[in-house]
């Protein structure tokens, strides 16, 4: 599929790069990180948080809502998913990645999407980007076969288990907390996930 810059006018209705933001810190702590052949999320890195950056994302991006700084690593070529959240949600490129991207406006009432409407979007290594929370999203992809390292900041909580079980409507997209999912069938994906992604497993 066609690969589109961040900086074509396309991307502007799912986020926007960010500016004025010193992330020199932030990519020399994430060199220790792994980059597993599969893909690793941990929502929240204590090392991280501790730096200076943490703090401003938390007063400048969130509003002085608390924040959770983790990453996404690893390697991939698949959507396999799309996910979406109650806010909006920063990637920091500390490598190049790939993000493929569509609209919680075109998910159907059944909640069923067709990933024909999706766009794909090269993130540069030294980026960092908001995504909406109208941008459905899921795990990055490789550029050149290289893995790929992202930073991710969210609302603190987010992603962590459920209390409980969620089964009707929307509700059922739920996997974990401000996470709302769906799946595709080829994606490889846990039981029980809501496998509404109809058309391609879309890969880059």
Same mark, same amino acid.
């Given at each position: 599929?066609?690969?589109?810059?961040?900086?074509?006018?396309?991307?502007?209705?799912?986020?926007?790069?960010?500016?004025?933001?010193?992330?020199?810190?932030?990519?020399?702590?994430?060199?220790?990180?792994?980059?597993?052949?599969?893909?690793?999320?941990?929502?929240?890195?204590?090392?991280?948080?501790?730096?200076?950056?943490?703090?401003?994302?938390?007063?400048?991006?969130?509003?002085?809502?608390? $924040?959770? =700084?983790?990453?996404?690593? %690893?390697? /991939?070529?698949? !959507?396999?998913?799309?996910?979406?959240?109650?806010?909006?949600? &920063?990637?920091?490129?500390?490598?190049?990645?790939?993000?493929?991207?569509?609209?919680?406006?075109?998910?159907?009432?059944?909640?069923?999407?067709?990933?024909?409407?999706?766009?794909?979007?090269?993130?540069?290594?030294?980026?960092?980007?908001?995504?909406?929370?109208?941008?459905?999203?899921?795990?990055?992809?490789?550029?050149?076969?290289?893995?790929?390292? $992202?930073? =991710?900041?969210?609302?603190? %909580?987010? /992603?962590?288990? !459920?209390?409980?079980?969620?089964?009707?409507?929307?509700?059922? &997209?739920?996997?974990?907390?401000?996470?709302?999912?769906?799946?595709?069938?080829?994606?490889?994906?846990?039981?029980?996930?809501?496998?509404?992604?109809?058309?391609?497993?879309?890969?880059?």
């Amino acid at each position: 599929m066609e690969v589109i810059s961040i900086e074509d006018t396309r991307f502007k209705k799912y986020g926007r790069v960010l500016t004025g933001y010193d992330y020199s810190e932030l990519f020399k702590a994430m060199e220790e990180t792994p980059l597993p052949e599969g893909v690793v999320y941990e929502p929240s890195v204590e090392k991280l948080e501790k730096l200076g950056i943490a703090e401003e994302f938390k007063e400048r991006a969130f509003g002085e809502m608390p $924040v959770q =700084v983790g990453y996404c690593n %690893g390697n /991939n070529n698949f !959507l396999n998913a799309v996910e979406y959240h109650r806010n909006s949600e &920063l990637n920091i490129a500390v490598t190049d990645a790939i993000l493929i991207l569509g609209m919680l406006q075109d998910v159907a009432e059944d909640f069923t999407y067709e990933t024909s409407r999706m766009e794909a979007f090269f993130l540069p290594k030294g980026v960092g980007i908001e995504l909406y929370a109208t941008a459905l999203h899921y795990a990055p992809c490789n550029v050149n076969g290289k893995g790929f390292k $992202v930073v =991710v900041v969210l609302p603190k %909580g987010t /992603n962590y288990p !459920l209390s409980k079980k969620h089964k009707e409507g929307e509700d059922k &997209l739920m996997t974990a907390v401000n996470k709302w999912l769906i799946g595709h069938e080829e994606g490889g994906l846990p039981e029980g996930t809501f496998l509404g992604l109809k058309g391609k497993n879309l890969s880059v």
